[in-house]
């Protein structure tokens, strides 16, 4: 009987620890991505990033949905940057798309882009 009652303490521990790494304390319309990038330079002074590969959390009723990319164009986007991607990237595009250079950076700022979505588009 006490191995029976510890069985189900395990897995009520075990359940709620899955409940809470997956819960997720943004608006269901949110989506953070953590972009990794690749800087390809197309000339002296330009360069455009291509995205390699995204995780990120889609919000859905309290709960995270893992997808495997987005496409940035359906979203308006803040982007946050760190200091030496803007330092390379942003200054030197003046046509760099809205997604990637809108936004207020510093030493501080990771790496990461809140998106406002209406669509968001998964891969699997």
């Known amino acids: 009987m006490g191995r029976l009652i510890g069985?189900?303490?395990f897995l009520c521990l075990f359940?709620?620890?899955?409940?809470e790494q997956s819960k997720c304390s943004l608006a269901t319309d949110i989506v953070t991505v953590y972009v990794y990038?690749?800087?390809d330079k197309l000339g002296p002074s330009r360069y455009?990033?291509?995205?390699?590969?995204?995780?990120?959390?889609v919000c859905d009723a309290g709960f995270c949905i893992a997808i495997f990319a987005v496409r940035p164009t359906v979203c308006s986007a803040v982007v946050k940057m760190s200091p030496e991607e803007v330092e390379e990237f942003c200054p030197i595009n003046?046509?760099?798309?809205?997604?990637?250079?809108?936004?207020?950076?510093?030493?501080?700022?990771?790496?990461?882009?809140?998106f406002e979505c209406g669509e968001v588009s998964s891969f699997v």
């Open 48 to 57: 455009y990033s291509k995205v390699e590969s995204v995780e990120t959390c």
């Open 7 to 9: 069985l189900l303490f």
């Open 37 to 39: 990038r690749n800087i």
């Open 15 to 19: 359940a709620l620890h899955r409940a």
């Open 94 to 114: 003046q046509r760099a798309p809205k997604y990637m250079c809108e936004g207020t950076f510093s030493s501080s700022t990771p790496t990461e882009m809140e």
